[in-house]
């Protein structure tokens, strides 16, 4: 089992930033990928970005160039900078984690006002 919890979700003017984390708990030496992915209401979960344990990432076209991941194997914690943010950003955003199974944190959500 995995545990995930996240921080950082709020309220943001258009163009501002904000810093996603995601702290991983339990049988985390099983963790060969972790990733964000958000879903706007009505719809299903779409890949925002993700990261491997050897730091491989791959990102959502609509995010290129503004959304940064990163993660501190350390600490087993997942982070997503995201800057420049639009209001088509605004979404409820989930950590994911994939160990065996697909685990989910609990969501945050992001609200980018214009």
């Known amino acids: 089992q995995v545990q995930l919890v996240e921080s950082g979700g709020g309220l943001v003017q258009a163009g501002g930033s904000l810093r996603l984390s995601c702290a991983a708990s339990?049988?985390?030496?099983?963790?060969?990928?972790m990733g964000w992915y958000r879903q706007f209401p009505g719809k299903q979960r779409d890949l925002v970005a993700a990261?491997?344990?050897?730091?491989?990432?791959n990102y959502a076209d609509s995010v290129k160039g503004r959304f940064t991941i990163s993660r501190d194997n350390a600490k087993n914690t997942v982070h997503l900078q995201m800057n420049n943010l639009k209001p088509e950003d605004t979404a409820v955003y989930y950590c994911?984690?994939?160990?065996?199974?697909?685990?989910w944190g609990q969501g945050t959500q992001v609200t980018v006002a214009s």
């Open positions: 994911n984690a994939i160990a065996g199974w697909s685990y």
């Open positions: 339990g049988s985390i030496f099983n963790i060969n990928r």
């Open positions: 990261i491997t344990f050897r730091g491989s990432t």
